[in-house]
């Protein structure tokens, strides 16, 4: 399976409490929701075709707890199509601390996470996709276990949260491979990881 990332940022890198289902207010965060209607119907068909796509999800901790809460056990959500692809697909988490995941379909992937992640990537099949989860996402870049990434960017600076990437971290290179901007203002960017950065020589 192909490793893929799909992540919400406003113009400052934020990805936390981006919309009602991943409402995170964590360090005194105080601007959550900031997604919410953002966007054209061109782009949430887009992201609701991605999920359908799937063939297995990926999370970290929190994001699966939030979205179990949401996706996974309101009505109205696990109705949505979104809410379908999830239910109905294996979802795995990488945790060292969950024993007792409430959704069905969940595997907590413990110990070696890295051989763990390189073992699904090896089933047959198309996508296995990571939603929000953002320490998992740069862990999984870091570890060169990401074949895709989507960023969906939205025409916001919070000015607080937290950032999809730190302020310290690795350097990465990516090929940009697909790129719309809707009639909002929001830009969806699909890259491709490329090795390391070239920089100038002094």
């Known amino acids: ?11 400052d890198g934020v990805m936390q409490g981006n919309g009602a289902a991943s409402d995170d207010r964590r360090n005194g965060f105080e ?4 997604a919410r209607g953002a966007g054209d119907d061109e782009t949430r068909t887009f992201i609701t075709q991605t999920y359908q796509r799937a063939d297995a999800f990926l999370f970290g901790r929190r994001t699966f707890e939030l979205f179990a809460g949401s996706w996974g056990s309101i009505d109205q ?3 949505h199509p979104i809410g379908v692809a999830l239910v109905e697909a294996p979802k ?4 060292t601390t969950l024993t007792a995941p409430r959704w069905e379909e969940t595997t907590v992937l413990g ?11 090896a089933k047959p099949g198309g996508e296995l996709q990571v939603h929000g989860s953002g320490s ?8 060169d276990l990401v074949d895709e990434m989507t960023l969906i960017v939205i025409p916001v600076i919070l000015g607080q949260g937290a950032r999809l990437f730190p302020e310290t971290g690795p350097d990465l290179a990516f090929n940009l491979v697909e790129s719309r901007v809707d009639s909002k203002g929001v830009t969806t960017q699909v890259f491709r990881p490329a090795g390391r950065p070239r920089y100038a020589t002094a």
């Open 77 to 79: 959500m696990r109705a």
């Open 31 to 34: 601007r959550g929701g900031w």
């Open 1 to 11: 399976m192909k490793l893929t990332t799909m992540t919400q940022v406003t113009l």
């Open 111 to 121: 110990g070696d996470l890295a051989a763990a992640v390189r073992e699904l990537k």
């Open 136 to 143: 998992l996402t740069r862990w999984l870049l870091e570890n």
């Open 92 to 95: 795995y988490v990488a945790s």
